[in-house]
């Protein structure tokens, strides 16, 4: 037999053993299928606990600013500069905006003014990404373009806690609603310290500011959009209830808005709700950013909501 053609037919076999088959192929498509279908679930947990731990961040800045306000002035700040005019009084988030490296923002807006009035609406209008959760999904345009909805105001992540009653407060006396009772509280009702909650209930277990988000499933009101739902109402520069203003009258991560208290506003409109699986993030008073799950016992939420209520909780109880 010719040597070169034994090389010759070694060469052809050798190639053959040296590819795939499409049996084998097919092998390799499914391991890698496999591979990613246990591996995306991994990956997608790592960046939702990236986002978390961004949230909290967020958290520990506000209620930082929120102790350097009160170093400032004595007391914490309240739940909106305290105007005559009704729903248009900047938030709590707007007072602390100097305490947040965001002085020259607050300079600019004029606070005997509206937040939606004259040029405080570009302020209103500015995205500020430490009042946004990473994780929040906004299944609408925020603020609302449409004319007809005359909405205002960038979207935000938090609310402060007004304690646990309606934190709807009239301004005039006819609607009889019991008073907030919480941390961060309207200037009708007074103010707030750290001293007064500290010899109370105490800092550790008063909730100062959670999350909000975008998740009502039949919010609506007059401006209801192409799909008749408003969603959330979140936007960090109105203080305002179900808007920066939240209370824990109803449960965690509500998502159906079903009571109206005193026929004029929606219970659930104003609950802490998150885009975070099990629960929601807080800050109390006391500094600390703790993850509540949405399966606790609603006396013992409304416990950690008010200031003075003289409740007795301890951490097992949340």
């Given at each position: 037999?010719?040597?070169?053609?034994?090389?010759?037919?070694?060469?052809?076999?050798?190639?053959?053993?040296?590819?795939?088959?499409?049996?084998?192929?097919?092998?390799?498509?499914?391991?890698?299928?496999?591979?990613?279908?246990?591996?995306?679930?991994?990956?997608?947990?790592?960046?939702?606990?990236?986002?978390?731990?961004?949230?909290?961040?967020?958290?520990?800045?506000?209620?930082?600013?929120?102790?350097?306000?009160?170093?400032?002035?004595?007391?914490?700040?309240?739940?909106?500069?305290?105007?005559?005019?009704?729903?248009?009084?900047?938030?709590?988030?707007?007072?602390?905006?100097?305490?947040?490296?965001?002085?020259?923002?607050a300079g600019l807006f004029d606070?005997?003014?509206?937040?939606?009035?004259?040029?405080?609406?570009?302020?209103?209008?500015?995205?500020?990404?430490?009042?946004?959760?990473?994780?929040?999904?906004?299944?609408?345009?925020?603020?609302?373009?449409?004319?007809?909805?005359?909405?205002?105001?960038?979207?935000?992540?938090?609310?402060?806690?007004?304690?646990?009653?309606?934190?709807?407060?009239?301004?005039?006396?006819?609607?009889?609603?019991?008073?907030?009772?919480?941390?961060?509280?309207?200037?009708?009702?007074?103010?707030?310290?750290?001293?007064?909650?500290?010899?109370?209930?105490?800092?550790s277990k008063t909730l100062m500011?959670?999350?909000?988000?975008?998740?009502?499933?039949?919010?609506?009101?007059?401006?209801?959009?192409?799909?008749?739902?408003?969603?959330?109402?979140?936007?960090?520069?109105?203080?305002?209830?179900?808007?920066?203003?939240?209370?824990?009258?109803?449960?965690?991560?509500?998502?159906?808005?079903?009571?109206?208290?005193?026929?004029?506003?929606?219970?659930?409109?104003?609950?802490?709700?998150?885009?975070?699986?099990?629960?929601?993030?807080?800050?109390?008073?006391?500094?600390?950013?703790?993850?509540?799950?949405?399966?606790?016992?609603?006396?013992?939420?409304?416990?950690?909501?008010?200031?003075?209520?003289?409740?007795?909780?301890?951490?097992?109880?949340?």
């Open positions: 037999m010719d040597h070169h053609s034994t090389r010759h037919r070694r060469l052809i076999r050798a190639a053959r053993r040296a590819g795939f088959s499409l049996v084998e192929l097919l092998v390799v498509i499914a391991i890698i299928g496999v591979l990613v279908a246990i591996l995306l679930p991994a990956i997608q947990a790592a960046r939702e606990s990236s986002r978390a731990s961004s949230c909290r961040n967020n958290l520990r800045q506000i209620v930082t600013a929120a102790h350097l306000y009160h170093d400032t002035t004595r007391q914490l700040p309240p739940a909106r500069i305290d105007r005559k005019i009704s729903g248009v009084g900047p938030s709590t988030f707007f007072m602390i905006l100097p305490f947040l490296e965001e002085g020259v923002t606070t005997s003014k509206g937040y939606n009035v004259g040029s405080n609406i570009e302020i209103s209008n500015t995205r500020l990404p430490i009042y946004l959760c990473p994780s929040m999904n906004l299944p609408r345009q925020v603020p609302d373009p449409m004319p007809a909805c005359n909405e205002v105001g960038a979207p935000g992540s938090y609310a402060v806690s007004t304690g646990s009653t309606l934190s709807f407060a009239p301004t005039q006396p006819l609607f009889n609603m019991p008073p907030h009772n919480g941390a961060i509280i309207h200037p009708i009702y007074g103010a707030t310290s750290i001293a007064k909650i500290s010899a109370a209930d105490g800092t500011v959670g999350e909000m988000d975008y998740e009502l499933a039949n919010l609506s009101w007059a401006c209801k959009g192409p799909n008749g739902n408003r969603w959330g109402q979140t936007r960090w520069a109105l203080g305002y209830p179900g808007v920066t203003w939240a209370s824990t009258l109803s449960p965690l991560n509500s998502t159906v808005i079903k009571n109206n208290a005193y026929g004029i506003f929606p219970e659930e409109a104003e609950s802490f709700r998150s885009d975070h699986s099990g629960g929601v993030n807080f800050a109390f008073v006391d500094g600390s950013v703790r993850f509540i799950s949405d399966t606790i016992q609603q006396n013992v939420l409304q416990a950690l909501s008010t200031r003075d209520g003289a409740e007795t909780l301890d951490f097992s109880d949340y």
